[in-house]
C-alpha cells in the first residue's frame, strides 16, 4: 500500500493509557481550522446593525443547537449526556447576552462571538474542576457557529475511507461521541486527561485510546502509526510486519474476551461482581447483554438535563422502573440521587451564580435548603422498586460527614430501601469506618476522589499526571476505605472510570473492593483479566502500586508483575 510509505521517523509519543488495545494503522487527522479565505471574505460583510448582526448570530447558533439535538438522539448514556448539554450551551442565554453587549459596542460579528466566548471560557477556567471541562465545548460551538456564519461545513472528524487511527490536538465530545468503531481503530488526542468527555466516551465505545499525548498533532496524515492503549504509547515508523504481527494477535486476544460470559471470579476461585453504569432507560436495556450481576451506577440526574421543572414523583417512578425491570427480578439496581450542580446543571435543582461549582452546592448538598427535592426522588424510587419488584439500594453523592450519611440513610431505610453514600470526598474516606456504621455500603467515585485529593483540575493536561487514579495517595484513600468495608462485613465498590481498567481492577481486588461499575464494553476484558491472576497476585499488584513513585511506574510495577 502506497500510504504506508508514508511512515515517518521511528520514534515513541507517551500518553495517559485510557482504553487497552494494540492497533496498527494509517493516521487520520482530525482538524478544527475554518479556511481563513472564508473568514476573510465575511469580515467585508455589513451588517444593516447590530439587530441584523444579532439575527445572523441567533441563525447560526440555532442551527448548531438542533444539530447537537438531532445527534443527541441517535445515541445513548454519556455520548448523549455531552451533546445535551452542548445543545444548551450553544442556546445559552448568557452567552448570547455578551455577543448582543460587544454588537451594540460596535464590533463586528465574529471579533463580537470570540469575545463572548473567551469571556465564559475565562470563568469556566477559574471555576476549575468540572466546569472547565466545558472549555473545549465552547471553542467548538464557536467554531460552529462561525462556519455557519461563513458559510461552510462545520469542522470536525473527517469520515474515514479506510479503518483508521484518528489523531487530533483535542476532540469536542460532539465529534467523539459519533464516532465509528468499525472505521476508528484507535484514538489519540495531545490533549485531556483519564476522565475526560473523550476518555470517558472511548471506554463506552471500546475503542483503544491514548490521551495528553505531546506531540500527537506532529504526526503526518497517512503515516502508520502503533497504538498501546494499555502501555499509552504511540510509535511511528514501527517495523510494519512486526506491528501487524502485534494488532492481530491483540485482536485474535479481543475476540476471546468479547466470548467471555462471566460471571467473574479469579484464578483462585474468589468472586467479585461486575456490574453496570447506566444513564436511562436505553442504556440499561444495552447493559443487559453485557455479563453483569446488575447495576453498579444508575446515575438517576441524566434523565432530567433538559427539564426546566421538576419532574412529579409518579414521572420519575416511571422513568426508574424501566430501569428496573431492564434487570429484572435476581439482580439488583444501585441508584445515585441526583448528581446536580457543577458540570450538571439541572434547572430546576442547581444554584447559580457560584464562584467555584465543583466545590459547591452540588449533589446531597442540593437537599440541604430543599429536602423535598430528595423525599421526591426517594419516594419515586420506592415506588419503582415495589412496582418491578427488583433489589433496590439508594446512595447519595457528594456526602463529606458521617452525620449527612447518618440522616440520608435513615430517609432511605424509612421507605424500604438499602442505604449507601459515594465516597468521592477524602473526608468521607478517611471516615469511611464510622460512614459504615451509618450505612449499609459505600461505593468510590475515583474520578472525583481523584480530584479532590489531588488538588487538581481533571482537564488540565498538563496535570493530567495528577489526575490520574493510579496516585499512591487515591489508592491509600481506597485501601482505607476497603479495610473499613472488610471489618464491618459491608460491601465496597468502584463505580469510577478506574473500574474500567483492567490492570487497574486487579488492584482494586488486592485493596480489597468487592465490586467493580464500568461501561458495559469494559466489562469483559476485566472479567478476563480477574480470571487470569489469584487473590494473592491482586494483593501483590495492589502492594506494588503503592509503592510506586508515581502512576507511570505504578502500571510499569503491575504490568510487570501481572504478566
Known sequence: MVTEFLRETKRELHGTPVVPGVVYGPALLARSEIPAAAIEAFAEVVHDDAAAALAAYDAAAAVVADGFTAKALHVSGAAAEVLSASAGLARDKGLRSVVRRQLAAGEPLLRALHTAVEHFAGLFTQMGGLMAERVSDLHDIERRITAHLVGVAEPGVPTPLVPSVLLAKDLAPSDTALLDPAMVLALVTGKGGPTSHTAIIARQLGIPCVVGVAGAGEIEDGAWVLVDGAAGTVSTGADPDGARARAAADAEERAAVARWRGPARTADDVAVKLLANVADVPTAEAATGAPVEGVGLFRTELSFLNRADEPTVEEQAEIYRGVLEAFGVGRYVVARTLDAGSDKPIAFATHQGEENPALGVRGLRLSFDNPGLLDRQLDALQLAAEQS?????????????????????????????RAGVMVEVPSAALLADRMLEAVDFLSIGTNDLTQYTMAADRMATNLAHLTDAWQPAVLQLVATTARAGAAADKPVGVCGEAAADPLMACVLVGLGITSLSMAPAAVRPVGV???????????????????????????????????
Open 529 to 563: 483479566a480477574l480470571g487470569r491472576v489469584s487473590l494473592d497476585d491482586c494483593r501483590a499488584a495492589a502492594a506494588a502500586a503503592r509503592d510506586a513513585a508515581d502512576p507511570a511506574a505504578a502500571r510499569a510495577a503491575v504490568r510487570d508483575l501481572l504478566g
Open 389 to 417: 419488584g427488583v433489589e433496590t439500594w439508594v446512595m447519595a453523592p457528594m456526602v463529606a460527614t458521617v452525620a449527612e450519611a447518618a440522616q440520608f440513610a435513615g430517609k432511605v431505610r424509612d421507605r424500604g430501601l
